[in-house]
């Protein structure tokens, strides 16, 4: 458990400086230029939002991002269902 615990403070730790970053680069440039993207699942079907002018190209790499996520749980629930069948069942 300890292990667990490190591995959560460091991703929360990587999420505040990630934060403080954006905060002090939004404070001290004068130009920016804005956009992100999102995806949302209902059920197995994404639907992908963006905005900006690189939206088209965040968009594509959230829905990779999602489509990847979505074969590692597929991958993961095989292996599952492999290690419940035991030895003798293939």
Do not use: C, H
């Not at 230029?33 to 790499?61: R, T, W």
């Not at 599952?80 to 069948?85: G, N």
Request: hydrophobic fraction near 60%; aromatic fraction near 10%; proline fraction near 6%.
């Amino acid at each position: 458990m300890d292990t667990f615990r490190k591995l959560v403070s460091a991703g929360f730790l990587m999420l505040m400086l990630g934060f403080i970053t954006l905060l002090i680069d939004s404070l001290t440039s004068v130009e920016a230029k804005v956009g992100g993207a999102f995806v949302i699942f209902i059920g197995p079907f994404p639907l992908a939002f963006g905005f900006g002018e690189y939206s088209p190209i965040l968009i594509l790499v959230s829905v990779a991002i999602a489509a990847l996520m979505m074969l590692m749980i597929l991958l993961m629930l095989m292996n599952l269902k492999r290690s419940q069948a035991g030895p003798d069942n293939p």
